[in-house]
């Protein structure tokens, strides 16, 4: 997967909360954005547990994690706080030029409420990731991108709001 010229100058404009854009970033070492969709998402508080639960395997290959949002930077650092993920870069997005401009879409029905969903949600809540206050479109579907060289050389858009990307294949840069 490689980005249009567009999303490369996204990239070069897009600065995250240290103060440097993603193509910077990722000229350093490929960066892991994951795009979430709201803080209040079960399956969000889900990706947040599972790349706390996989970020020494992800840094491990030389990558390093930038999460997206559309919320406030102080309220999403809290957010990451309880997942002990406050110390990685993010990028607030309230107006989701990133997302757009990634190729992310708004959910029908059927990929926020289907009967996939539904299950996916249940099992989530059973496991404790409750969902919470809507900071953000509710309807934005989330993405996955491995950026390397102000470019997106791998991406996982998601086909509902309940999927779960094998987060460590993603941060793996492909073969030279």
Known sequence: MRASPDSAELLGRTLTSTGETLAA???????????LRHEGCTFCRNAM??????????EAA????????MGEAEDFAAF???????????VADPQRTLYKGLGLKRGRMVQLMGPRVLCAWIKSAV??????????DPLQLPGA????????????????????????????????
């Open 127 to 136: 496991a404790g990731h409750l969902p919470g206050r809507i900071k953000g």
């Open 49 to 58: 547990s599972d790349i706390a639960r996989l970020r020494r395997q992800i």
């Open 145 to 176: 991108f491995l950026l390397h060289h102000g470019q997106v050389i791998k991406g996982h858009t998601y086909r509902d709001a309940s999927d779960r990307p094998d987060y460590v294949a993603l941060a793996t840069p492909l073969a030279a």
């Open 62 to 69: 030389g990558t390093r994690i930038v999460l997206g949002h």
């Open 80 to 90: 990451a706080g309880r997942y002990g993920l406050a110390d990685i870069a993010a």
């Open 25 to 35: 970033l990722s000229d350093k070492s490929p960066v892991l954005l994951v795009l």
